[in-house]
């Protein structure tokens, strides 16, 4: 599903985030991406969602050079992908379910599948009892569970999370990573970063370590 | 319902929206594209109302001599001869000073002031009419005629119609011109308030292209959001161009009488009332699109 040929991200002013990075990831796979702060988790993300584009070698998405893409054909890639950050990045103007709406509002859906697959997706997360709840009055547990539900409405064949649980107690950070694990248990490809050992939840997918920009074997 | 009409219902129910969310601030936007709308089209209804006026004037002036009275029929016969060989000339009409009496006791109804007269006090008179409204016949004329014995004086009567004809020709072009430079700033104001918009509403902006959101997606809500302002201060610019007419109606009338003029402000057709709002809609649209195509732009660079 992911193919990545040596890869590497080099910043404006030299710093190099990551360096010769090859691999693959097969769909249905949950891979956990590990290492410490500056490791190059976050970037690798950007890279594959097209955020950010590669200094030198080529990533593929099925049979698609991602690293070479036009910039008109971004969204729809992006379309492909379930994105969810560590700052949530919720739209505070509106409530929870019209957070859930806005990408099945950009993939077109109509008003009433929309509803219906945003109070699905709430309800995957638990939060269907507070879908008319502004994001100011979620906890941080709950907003990062908004922005899955975010990231799951369309059903996407793939799910990037990037540090999801980074400002989460221990018992939500589990429960976030059950979720993401039976997403892949349906047939998602789920991709976690996180720098926090404890996260990962045994047995369950594949480690992918890195360490200043370069997969640890 | 198709994708993307769905899509476009979607945009334009957000613009209204985010319209219907700041009241204030859209109607003081509204209001004042329309007061800035309704000055050129008001001045449009003025001069179209002139232009009828103008319409039913003599398309040419005239060129009235004065005789000498007791000239000789020499001098008479050489300034006939003259007159029929000026230049553009359309038409020469000789008005004999017993003609001329004959008419002014008609107009006066009062046969009895004519009989009491001793003597004819008319002149003879010629009537010249040029082949087209133009000042260098007349000036052409006067000077070709300046020299015949028998004309005591030259009146220009075509003057007026001239100056009046300029008079409409510098009002439409500075209709025109007042016109194109609010239509300028009909496209700053919508473009200005759609740039605070889009300025408020980055975060929502990055997010939605984050999850898939293609710029025509980002934009439609916001060139609708110019369609609707525009469309809406069309509106209220006829409003106050018909209620205008209708507060100066019988003032311009009572003007007009007094210079026996039939000129009167007419309401104009709904065609045209359609196309105005359809004209300030687009404007709106088009300002909103720069403010959208800019900031957007600005944005991706950062």
């Known amino acids: ?217 | 319902m198709n994708n993307w009409l769905m899509q476009h219902r979607h945009a334009l129910t957000l613009a209204i929206h985010r319209l219907a969310s700041t009241p204030l601030t859209s109607l003081l936007a509204i209001f004042s594209l329309a007061i800035t709308l309704s000055l050129p089209a008001g001045m449009a209804v003025g001069l179209q109302a002139l232009r009828f006026e103008l319409a039913g004037l003599p398309q040419q002036g005239s060129m009235t001599l004065y005789l000498h009275r007791h000239t000789s029929q020499a001098d008479l016969d050489q300034l006939a001869h003259d007159i029929h060989s000026l230049p553009g000339l359309a038409g020469a009409r000789f008005i004999s000073r017993t003609e001329a009496l004959a008419t002014l006791t008609r107009h006066l109804g009062d046969a009895s002031l004519a009989r009491e007269l001793r003597d004819n006090p008319l002149p003879d008179t010629w009537v010249l009419t040029p082949s087209q409204l133009d000042s260098s016949f007349a000036s052409q004329w006067r000077a070709r005629l300046a020299q015949d014995k028998a004309i005591d004086q030259i009146q220009d009567n075509g003057h007026w119609i001239e100056r009046l004809h300029a008079l409409y020709r510098l009002g439409l072009r500075l209709t025109i011109l007042l016109a194109i430079l609010l239509a300028l700033a009909i496209v700053t104001v919508t473009g200005n308030t759609t740039r605070i918009q889009l300025v408020m509403r980055l975060p929502e902006i990055e997010v939605s292209r984050l999850i898939g959101a293609t710029d025509q997606f980002i934009q439609r809500p916001f060139l609708y959001l110019g369609l609707v302002q525009g469309l809406l201060a069309g509106g209220i610019a006829w409003l106050i161009l018909v209620t205008g007419i209708l507060l100066l109606f019988p003032y311009v009338a009572s003007v007009a009488h007094l210079y026996h003029s039939e000129i009167a402000l007419a309401f104009p057709p709904l065609r045209q009332a359609l196309a105005f709002c359809g004209l300030s809609g687009l404007l709106g649209m088009l300002g909103a699109w720069i403010a959208v195509r800019h900031t957007l732009l600005v944005n991706r660079l950062q």
């Open chain 1, 1 to 217: 599903m992911i193919r990545l040929e040596e890869i590497s991200k080099r910043y404006p002013g030299g710093h190099e985030a990551l360096t010769d990075i090859s691999l693959e990831i097969s769909a249905g796979e949950l891979v956990y991406l590990t290492g410490h702060s500056g490791a190059g988790k976050s970037t690798l993300l950007k890279l594959i969602a097209a955020i950010e584009r590669p200094s030198t070698g080529a990533l593929w998405f099925h049979e698609q050079n991602i690293s070479r893409i036009q910039r008109r054909s971004i969204p729809w890639l992006r379309r492909n992908f379930g994105l969810i950050f560590q700052d949530h990045k919720l739209l505070f103007d509106r409530n929870a379910i019209h957070n859930v709406l806005l990408p099945l509002e950009i993939a077109g859906f109509s008003r009433h599948d929309a509803f219906a697959r945003a109070r699905a997706a709430l309800d995957k997360v638990g939060l269907l009892p507070r879908e008319r709840a502004l994001p100011v009055t979620l906890s941080g547990g709950e907003q990062q569970l908004l922005c899955i539900a975010r990231a799951i409405a369309t059903h996407p064949p793939l799910l990037l999370a990037d540090e999801p649980t980074g400002n989460l107690d221990s018992e939500a950070t589990a429960s976030i990573m059950r979720i993401f694990r039976e997403f892949n248990r349906t047939g998602t490809t789920v991709i976690v970063s996180s720098h926090d050992p404890a996260a990962i939840l045994p047995g369950t997918g594949r480690v992918i370590q890195l360490d200043h920009g370069r997969v640890l074997p």
